[in-house]
């Protein structure tokens, strides 16, 4: 069994300041674990993934998360927020599906939406 | 190099119709996924599927709800007989055959009226 949670269902930064939105997960095996970004009637967008290399991930658009296991979270940071980066942000644990060796079961967390004010 | 297409984009039904969602996956991925998201929720896992195969239907209510994915076409997700509840954001995504990272399509909506 796998699940995510968002500590955070609205966070709001001024521009040019850091980002934090919070991410705790469980599950029962090393997972792999994402975020996505989704902007208004668009489709989500991969940021960054996690699958036990590094455990700093750099992501696009200048976003990275740090995978902390002790901590089980997952918490994605920018240094500087720019009003683009106002969205929809979805924390994901990955599992396989159990009826195949393939497939990709995700799990989303319930997502953080971010406001930048100038 | 058009990536995953869903159709329409806006779908209006009224209680007790038929709902029919469209996804095209990417070109070369044979591995297609359907996500639901209600209001104030995440998105949750449904449907997977291969082609002309249903692998993975845990996240499908028992009732009303069917997915294909035909050898030639795009994917569909039914709805029979809608209901208010279903009314929701539907994003289909697809993946090559070695799965890890998913390309998601724009969504459908789906009002029920």
């Known amino acids: 069994a796998q699940s995510v949670t968002q500590l955070d269902s609205h966070v709001s930064v001024s521009e040019g300041t850091p980002v934090l939105l919070r991410c705790n997960y469980s599950?029962?095996?090393?997972?792999?674990l994402f975020w996505y970004v989704q902007h208004p009637n668009k489709g989500l967008q991969l940021l960054l993934k996690?699958?036990?290399?590094?455990?700093l991930v750099k992501g696009i658009n200048g976003f990275e998360a740090e995978f902390k296991k002790s901590e089980t979270s997952f918490h994605l940071t920018k240094p500087s927020a720019h009003m683009s980066d106002a969205a929809e942000y979805f924390c994901v644990v990955s599992g396989r599906s159990i009826l195949t060796g393939g497939g990709n079961k995700l799990t989303f967390g319930t997502g953080t939406q971010l406001k930048v004010e100038l | 190099n058009a990536g995953v297409m869903q159709n329409p984009r806006h779908l209006v039904r009224r209680r007790g119709q038929e709902a029919r969602l469209r996804c095209s996956p990417m070109?070369?991925?044979?591995?297609v996924y359907w996500y639901r998201q209600l209001p104030e929720e995440g998105l949750k896992f449904m449907v997977y599927l291969q082609k002309e195969n249903i692998i993975d239907e845990s996240g499908m209510p028992k009732e009303r709800f069917s997915a294909e994915f035909p050898k030639e076409g795009p994917s569909i997700l039914r709805i029979q007989q809608v209901v208010r509840g279903d009314s929701a954001a539907y994003f289909c995504?697809?993946?090559?055959?070695?799965?890890?990272?998913?390309?998601f399509g724009s969504g459908t909506q789906l009002s029920v009226l």
């Open positions: 599950s029962s095996y090393s997972p792999s």
């Open positions: 995504a697809s993946s090559p055959p070695l799965p890890e990272k998913l390309f």
């Open positions: 996690y699958t036990s290399a590094a455990t």
């Open positions: 070109k070369g991925h044979s591995h």
